[in-house]
T-cell receptor
């Protein structure tokens, strides 16, 4: 079945260092979404990429969607302790015009040392 | 109101009990989901309701029974669960599927379930 692979599984950085997590799908995605889950919390939507080659920025976060719509990345510049959490990518698989599901990557857990 | 609410926050039940989890959203979303999440794992899809009809069942055991009484409410009825069913159960909603740009999911805080 369709899979979304995400690496690395864990990343420990010093505050101020950059961080990147990568996702790769076995098939073309309708769109890709990114979620952040803080320890003890629930996933919170960050952004959605729909177009081939799309790049979006949110302050220190940069999201990219590959030209073939099979891979994506999230880059955080100058990490802060508030960035701690698990970042999930999720590819949308449309089953029909009325339903579909997100295929989640395994997540990357980010720890930031102050 | 951009919130998905879930009750209860915590639930402890025995293997012979019957209980229900409840989820509510008032964003006018027409797609609602149940996920199961184990520690250090991604959410695992269980069910999808689209326009109040069950559209996806990810081969979930029959001891989990979903119900969508109306477009704002989603229930998950639990019966004869096993200890391995202990997990965080998340409800989510999204606008619709007809346009791929409108599918961001809003998650509720979850119900932490322990089966003894």
């Amino acid at each position: 079945g369709q899979q979304v692979m995400q690496i690395p599984q864990y990343q420990h950085v010093q505050e101020g260092e950059d961080f990147t997590t990568y996702c790769n799908s076995s098939t073309t995605l309708s769109n890709i979404q990114w979620y952040k889950q803080r320890p003890g919390g629930h996933p919170v939507f960050l952004i959605q990429l729909v177009k081939s080659g799309e790049v979006k920025k949110q302050k220190r976060l940069t999201f990219q969607f590959g030209e073939a719509k099979k891979n994506s990345s999230l880059h955080i510049t100058a990490t802060q302790t508030t960035d701690v959490g698990t970042y999930f990518c999720a590819g949308l698989r449309l089953i029909s015009s009325n339903t579909g599901k997100l295929i989640f990557g395994q997540g990357t857990t980010l720890q930031v040392k102050p | 109101d951009t919130e998905v609410t879930q009750t209860p926050k915590h639930l402890v039940m025995g293997m012979t009990n019957k209980k229900s989890l409840k989820c509510e959203q008032h964003m006018g979303h027409r797609a609602m989901y149940w996920y199961k999440q184990k520690a250090k794992k991604p959410p695992e899809l269980m069910f999808v309701y689209s326009y109040e009809k069950l559209s996806i069942n990810e081969s979930v055991p029959s001891r989990f029974s979903p119900e969508c009484p109306n477009s704002s409410l989603l229930n998950l009825h639990l019966h004869a669960l096993q200890p391995e069913d202990s997990a965080l159960y998340l409800c989510a909603s999204s606008q619709e599927f007809r346009r791929v740009s409108y599918n961001e999911q809003f998650f509720g805080p979850g119900t932490r379930l322990t089966v003894l």
